[in-house]
């Protein structure tokens, strides 16, 4: 069964047929419905991989991502696998992990002939991929949720600055003055925008010096093995008043070590702040004071930029601050 087949049994053309099953293709909905409907009663499906071979095009966006411990990540893939679909399109998700590198996972994506590269990760960063590879086609390369500092890709993400600024103003209106950054993977982007915002804030509020609890990455547990190893050799006197977290889970982790292993209050004792606003944060158990990252406004934008209808480039979006008991 062809398109020609269900355009003589329809009364239109083979390319009215094509038309009918491209969801942004211009045709009236009555001519979509008969067209359907006859596809259906001859039990017709487009060849999508004939189509590919005669456009140069797979309709598939190849989503590189490193950090599946994350919860952020799954509401935001969601938004963006639903996206895409809406515009005809399917997104085809890349592992990288030890034995698959960034390098590894985005010649595969080449390869694979997508018509998009989106990289949403945690710790990606242009630099650490030869210029040979990011280079190796024309699929264009997107960054979400991620600012490129080292590689003139187009990305979006959440701006530092406004965002690192709101938690802050807030924690200084609460009287805290000792502050501690509890950082996750060394290498990751986020953490270098986010630390430097921290640092400028509080150095303009007269504390030259942020000192820092390294996790080493988003893990509730490396945050409670690094909580414990900063209060074991830190005396109580110059112990921090409040908790600057990078996500959203190594506050929980800092929560739960702080309340329910070390007995301390929160955020009488110790006051944690997140990012990211996941749907734990929420809970009663942890009441956490966070900012919350725009992340459906991200998506959209990015694709809009994938399937050209706004001319691709870096945006930075502001998201809301979301202040709850825990400072």
């Avoid at 991200?298 to 399937?307: A, N, T």
Wanted: aromatic share 8%; charged share 25%; with cysteine.
């Amino acid at each position: 069964m062809t398109a020609a087949d269900v355009a003589r049994e329809a009364g239109v053309s083979k390319w009215t047929v094509i038309r009918a099953f491209k969801a942004d293709a211009r045709i009236a909905k009555e001519t979509k419905e008969r067209v359907l409907a006859v596809a259906h009663t001859l039990n017709y499906r487009p060849n999508l991989l004939a189509r590919s071979l005669a456009t140069n095009r797979t309709e598939q966006v190849a989503i590189l991502v490193d950090d599946f411990e994350n919860p952020y990540k799954l509401p935001t893939l969601r938004h963006l696998t639903a996206r895409l679909q809406q515009e005809g399109m399917l997104g085809v998700l890349i592992n990288i992990n030890k034995d698959f590198s960034r390098e590894a996972a985005l010649m595969d994506a080449q390869q694979r002939r997508v018509d998009s590269v989106v990289f949403f990760g945690a710790a990606y960063d242009p630099a650490t991929i030869s210029d040979q590879i990011l280079n190796a086609s024309d699929q264009p390369i997107y960054i979400l949720a991620r600012e490129a500092v080292s590689a003139p890709l187009p990305c979006v993400y959440t701006d530092p600055v406004h965002a690192v600024e709101a938690l802050s103003a807030h924690l200084y209106a609460r009287g805290y003055r000792k502050p501690v950054y509890v950082a996750g993977p060394e290498r990751s982007q986020t953490a270098v925008g986010r630390r430097q915002q921290y640092r400028k804030f509080w150095s303009a509020h007269g504390i030259s010096t942020l000192q820092e609890i390294n996790a080493g990455a988003y893990d509730p547990k490396a945050s409670k093995l690094a909580i414990h190893r900063y209060l074991a050799d830190t005396p109580k006197d110059q112990r921090c008043d409040v908790m600057l977290c990078e996500n959203d889970i190594l506050a929980i982790g800092a929560i739960d070590t702080l309340r329910y292993e070390l007995g301390l209050r929160v955020p009488e004792d110790i006051a944690v702040a997140g990012f990211d606003d996941i749907s734990l944060a929420s809970m009663d158990a942890f009441s956490l004071t966070t900012y919350r990252q725009p992340y459906e406004h991200m998506v959209d934008l990015l694709v809009g930029m994938i399937v050209g209808r706004t001319a691709p480039s870096s945006t930075a979006l502001v998201g809301d601050l979301i202040v709850r008991t825990s400072t």
